[in-house]
């Protein structure tokens, strides 16, 4: 009897998977991913000026000595961290861009998708990292080429979802033309009370738009 016990024992003991170890790399990884998430959670909640290391490690759990055997110095933790934000919001762009219907131009959702885009706390908070970068020499030296890169992917986006338009002349200014239109709407609205007017400035917007892309640029 006690050595048929101890056989299903073994048995049931045999049946549980073990768990596998994780390599060196894994770890690595984790503790990367960590730091990066808390460095943009921080971001969003306290602004690139009050943005601390010390701050960075409490929120991802990790000593100051851990951080710095991933990043050298803190210039190269915020360039990870925005790159690692930049590559967030194109990810949320592009899923809002797929859930367009395909049955019209796509013209108003898709400026409606790039506002809701613009109203995101990580957006927002990459606009902060932009304003940061003007008398911050260091900050400017990372962000610029990350601000490059990101540029550039917003184009292939919008050629994707313009299709018919991309090869027009002009298509790439005016992209950019709304892009700075955005932003300008989100700046004022962060500062002063005339959203009441958003949807105004958005039919308008539209309007521009349509004009240029049907009537040639």
């Known amino acids: 009897m006690i050595v048929r016990k101890m056989k299903i024992e073994k ?81 949320t762009s592009r899923r809002r861009i797929a859930e367009l219907p395909d049955k019209d131009d796509k013209i108003s959702g898709g400026l409606q998708a790039l506002w809701q885009a613009y109203q995101d706390p990580k957006l927002i908070a990459s606009l902060d990292l932009h304003t940061a970068a003007r008398t911050d020499p260091q900050l400017h030296s990372v962000m610029q080429p990350l601000v490059a890169q990101h540029w550039k992917n917003i184009i292939n986006i919008a050629g994707e979802l313009y299709p018919q338009f991309s090869s027009q002349n002009g298509f ?43 009537r040639g640029l």
Not at 172 to 197: C, H, K, P, Q, W
């Open 172 to 214: 790439v200014f005016l992209v950019d033309m709304v892009m700075m239109a955005m932003m300008g709407f989100l700046t004022e609205n962060l500062i002063s009370d005339r959203s009441s007017i958003h949807e105004e400035r958005l039919a308008f917007l539209e309007t521009t738009v349509r004009h240029y892309l049907f």
């Open 11 to 91: 048995n049931i003991t045999s049946a549980i998977p073990k768990r596998t170890r994780r390599t060196q790399k894994e770890r690595r990884m984790e503790t990367r991913s960590r730091l990066l998430n808390a460095t943009i959670e921080a971001l969003i909640e306290l602004g690139y000026s009050k943005l601390t290391t010390s701050d960075i490690c409490r929120r991802a759990g990790i000593s100051q000595g851990a951080l710095f055997k991933h990043f050298s110095t803190k210039a190269d933790l915020i360039a990870a961290a925005a790159e690692d934000l930049y590559q967030q919001i194109l990810e």
